[in-house]
Nanobody, 124 residues
Framework: QVQLVESGGGLVQAGDSLRLSCTTSGITFSAYFMGWFRQAPGKEREFVAA????????HYADSVKGRFTISRDNGQNTLYLEMNNLKPEDTAVYYC?????????????????WGQGTQVTVSS
């Protein structure tokens, strides 16, 4: 059974930092591209960041570029998202996802597995 479990969310003030984690089981973690997505209230789920198998290539949404960093630890089967200089518009439920593919993609339906999400709330 595949499981992706996010943690690390919370309530912070604008300008603060948070680090999200996503632990996985049931998949060969190092064989999957990994990504972070988010969904704000009343909005569609959107791409945030993604990383290739060994972490050598990353891709970010323009809205988080320069503030967020995605990374992975294949030995611990864990994905991370370091979020700095948080803004109120970053408020959302953050989901991690796994993709069995050969190209990074921002298209939601092309990701195979999803976690349940962790809430991030940024107050102004």
């Amino acid at each position: 059974q595949v499981q992706l479990v996010e943690s690390g969310g919370g309530l912070v003030q604008a300008g603060d930092s948070l680090r999200l984690s996503c632990t996985t089981s049931g998949i060969t973690f190092s064989a999957y591209f990994m990504g972070w997505f988010r969904q704000a209230p009343g909005k569609e789920r959107e791409f945030v960041a993604a990383v290739t198998w060994l972490g050598r290539t990353t891709h970010y949404a323009d809205s988080v570029k320069g503030r967020f960093t995605i990374s992975r630890d294949n030995g611990q089967n864990t994905l991370y998202l370091e979020m700095n200089n948080l803004k109120p518009e970053d408020t959302a439920v953050y989901y991690c996802a796994a993709r069995d593919g050969v190209q990074l993609t921002t298209v939601l339906r092309e990701w195979n597995y999803w976690g349940q999400g962790t809430q991030v709330t940024v107050s102004s």
